[in-house]
């Protein structure tokens, strides 16, 4: 016999995520564009779905480029800078090279 999901009284809104709450505050938010580089041993890791969930950071994906070799990302980060900080030094620690983006001209 199926268990009914009791229902939610209307208007109830989701539970927020910490994703959610920075979005909601942006103010002291900065936001970091970064080059990732994964070793062959690292690319099947969701690397950045655990950025997400150890730091309370908002992740966007700008771009990528994935081989059974090498495992190129473009990541845009936004947090408060410890933030943003400690989530660079877990990824260095966890094997991946970081590097800046460039700033681009015509973005800017």
Known sequence: M????KNKPRGAQPKATDASKLLKS????????????FPPRKIRNPVIWELGRKFKVITNIRQ????????????ELEGRAP???ASIRWLERS????E???????ES
Request: aromatic share 2%; charged share 20%; proline share 5%.
């Open 2 to 5: 199926a268990v009914k999901p």
């Open 26 to 37: 942006r103010v002291g938010l900065q936001r970091r564009r970064l080059w990732l580089m």
């Open 64 to 75: 990528a480029s994935i081989t059974d070799e090498l495992g190129i990302v473009c990541l």
């Open 83 to 85: 933030e943003i900080g």
């Open 95 to 98: 094997g991946i090279n970081v």
């Open 100 to 106: 800046p983006v460039e700033i681009n001209v015509l």
